[in-house]
Each structure stands twice: as structure tokens, then as C-alpha cells.
């Protein structure tokens, strides 16, 4: 753009990994096809999985996994001080993912049952906005490097951020797939977040709800479809609480929900309380 006298400046960006299995910043680096180009938009500054430069100067911080060491909590505090921009990458970031399973457990028996006697120093599983002011989250488990090309692009030239508002059985239904409920499965797809391209409905796995709920999601609708279906509360809270992604007011409507329908469809049933 130099020779229309426009002098482009690169942002500095910064990839960092705590407590996951870094598969989020191996997406990033995983689709060679557009790889250069989106590097080609910043100055990468750190990046373990594709650059050996380091720096503590940047302007864009992508972090992925969740909190789970005190040596975390400040290394994050110190990266939150020094960066304009703090983007959650992840499910893991967004609401502690799969790790978050350990903290329906007490720590002593977590750490017994994975590293037997030796010392291992851990806690509670926090995702990245109970500990700093996050600045953007984008879910998924991993995340979809084409969402995040698109989202990070639009930060960089200042567009509109857009997310979708419907869930994930919209896409699905795109691709023509077979319900996965047909199949006698659980899927979260018609209360999950879009954006994913319903990967897993379309490898006929039953959506886990990664990306968390999904804008206006009709519970009642997919709490009467698990009921009918026939699948055991336990069934259903199991693949409600997998990525800790539906925590909060959406987990609690859906547990409401599926008292109410229960105990309705006993009732119809003739099964008593």
C-alpha cells in the first residue's frame, strides 16, 4: 500500500499456552494454505509452536488452556498488563474445557490418581476471565482456524466482529447429515453456538457443546426431545457439564427444565415419585 502513501503498520502478536493440550494453536499453524498470508498480517513476536523470536512487547495476546497453577495466575497477570488486546482461545480459555472435570473432585484424590505420591503442585481449574478482564473469547474444542483468521483479520483492520447466533443443528442440517438422535445419541447441536461447521455431527459424534449455548437456544424444545428419547437425567447432565461451556444461567435452565419434564413425563408414565 506504499504507493498509495498509506504506511500499513503490523501489529505484534503473541501466542501463549497454559493448561491444555495446545491442539487450539496447532490448528493455527495446521492449514498451511492460508498460513502465510494470516502471518503475514502482524509481526509475530511469540509463538513457541511456529517462531523462535521472543518478546514482551505486543499489542494482540492469543491464550490458550485454562488456569490451574499460582505461577499461571501471575504469569497471565503480567501478560494482561503489558497487552492491548487479550483474546480467550479455546474452550479451555473461554470456560476451563475438559480440565474442569478434576474440579468435581478434591484435589489431593485428583493428583493421586494421575501422579500417585509425588508432589505436583495444582488447584481449581479458572478460565481466563475469572483471573483477568478478557477482552474476546472464541470457543471450540479446538477452535476453527477459519473463525479465528476471520475474527483476528477483523481486529486488525477494525471491521465488525461478527459470531453467529444460531446453533450448531443449523449447520448441520446444511450438510444434509442424518440426526444423531436418529441414531439413539445425545447431540447438543440444537442448543450449541454455531461456527464450528458441525465437525463432530459430521463425523457422527454427538456435539459436546464446546462452544457453549448458542443466542435465544430453545431448552425446553431440547430437554423435550432427550425426555422422549429416553435418556436419563444423568445422561443428559453428563454432556451438559463435559467443557464446563454451559455454566451459569444456561445450566441452570436446563436443569430446572429437566426436573420439570421428568417429572411431568413420570406422571403421563404412571411412574411414582
Same mark, same amino acid.
Given at each position: 500500500?506504499?504507493?498509495?502513501?498509506?504506511?500499513? !503498520?503490523?501489529?505484534?502478536?503473541?501466542?501463549?499456552?497454559?493448561?491444555?493440550?495446545?491442539?487450539?494453536?496447532? =490448528?493455527?499453524?495446521?492449514?498451511?494454505?492460508?498460513?502465510?498470508?494470516?502471518?503475514?498480517?502482524?509481526?509475530?513476536?511469540?509463538?513457541?509452536?511456529?517462531?523462535?523470536?521472543?518478546?514482551?512487547?505486543?499489542?494482540?495476546?492469543?491464550?490458550?488452556?485454562?488456569?490451574?497453577?499460582?505461577?499461571?495466575?501471575?504469569?497471565?497477570?503480567?501478560?494482561?498488563?503489558?497487552?492491548?488486546?487479550?483474546?480467550?482461545?479455546?474452550?479451555?480459555?473461554?470456560? $476451563?474445557?475438559?480440565?474442569?472435570?478434576?474440579? $468435581?473432585?478434591?484435589?489431593?484424590?485428583?493428583?493421586?490418581?494421575?501422579?500417585?505420591?509425588?508432589?505436583?503442585?495444582?488447584?481449581?481449574?479458572?478460565?481466563?476471565?475469572?483471573?483477568?478482564?478478557?477482552?474476546?473469547?472464541?470457543?471450540?474444542?479446538?477452535?476453527?482456524?477459519?473463525?479465528?483468521?476471520?475474527?483476528?483479520?477483523?481486529?486488525? %483492520?477494525?471491521?465488525?466482529?461478527?459470531?453467529?447466533?444460531?446453533?450448531?443443528?443449523?449447520?448441520?442440517?446444511?450438510?444434509?447429515?442424518?440426526?444423531?438422535?436418529?441414531?439413539?445419541?445425545?447431540?447438543?447441536?440444537?442448543? %450449541?453456538?454455531?461456527?464450528?461447521?458441525?465437525?463432530?455431527?459430521?463425523?457422527?459424534?454427538?456435539?459436546?457443546?464446546?462452544?457453549?449455548?448458542?443466542?435465544?437456544?430453545?431448552?425446553?424444545?431440547?430437554?423435550?426431545?432427550? !425426555?422422549?428419547? $429416553?435418556?436419563?437425567?444423568?445422561?443428559?447432565?453428563?454432556?451438559?457439564?463435559?467443557?464446563?461451556?454451559?455454566?451459569?444461567?444456561?445450566?441452570?435452565?436446563?436443569?430446572?427444565?429437566? =426436573?420439570?419434564?421428568?417429572?411431568?413425563?413420570?406422571?403421563?408414565?404412571?411412574?411414582?415419585?
Amino acid at each position: 500500500m506504499k504507493y498509495l502513501g498509506i504506511d500499513i !503498520v503490523k501489529p505484534r502478536l503473541a501466542v501463549f499456552d497454559f493448561t491444555g493440550c495446545e491442539g487450539c494453536e496447532l =490448528q493455527l499453524v495446521n492449514k498451511e494454505e492460508t498460513l502465510v498470508d494470516f502471518l503475514s498480517l502482524f509481526e509475530v513476536v511469540n509463538f513457541r509452536e511456529a517462531s523462535s523470536d521472543k518478546s514482551d512487547a505486543y499489542d494482540i495476546a492469543l491464550i490458550e488452556g485454562c488456569i490451574s497453577r499460582q505461577d499461571e495466575v501471575e504469569r497471565l497477570k503480567a501478560i494482561r498488563g503489558r497487552v492491548k488486546i487479550l483474546v480467550a482461545l479455546g474452550s479451555c480459555a473461554c470456560c $476451563g474445557g475438559v480440565n474442569h472435570l478434576k474440579n $468435581g473432585f478434591p484435589i489431593e484424590d485428583v493428583v493421586r490418581q494421575v501422579y500417585g505420591d509425588r508432589k505436583i503442585e495444582t488447584e481449581k481449574v479458572r478460565s481466563l476471565k475469572e483471573v483477568v478482564q478478557v477482552d474476546l473469547e472464541i470457543p471450540g474444542c479446538p477452535v476453527s482456524k477459519a473463525e479465528v483468521e476471520r475474527i483476528v483479520i477483523a481486529l486488525v %483492520t477494525g471491521a465488525e466482529i461478527r459470531m453467529p447466533k444460531y446453533p450448531v443443528c443449523v449447520e448441520c442440517r446444511q450438510q444434509l447429515n442424518t440426526c444423531l438422535f436418529d441414531f439413539g445419541e445425545i447431540c447438543l447441536g440444537p442448543i %450449541t453456538l454455531a461456527g464450528c461447521g458441525a465437525v463432530c455431527p459430521s463425523g457422527k459424534v454427538g456435539c459436546r457443546g464446546c462452544r457453549g449455548p448458542a443466542d435465544d437456544a430453545n431448552y425446553e424444545s431440547f430437554i423435550d426431545v432427550v !425426555v422422549d428419547k $429416553g435418556f436419563t437425567e444423568a445422561e443428559i447432565r453428563k454432556k451438559i457439564e463435559f467443557f464446563n461451556a454451559f455454566e451459569g444461567p444456561a445450566k441452570d435452565t436446563i436443569a430446572s427444565l429437566i =426436573q420439570k419434564r421428568i417429572k411431568t413425563f413420570n406422571a403421563f408414565s404412571g411412574v411414582r415419585a
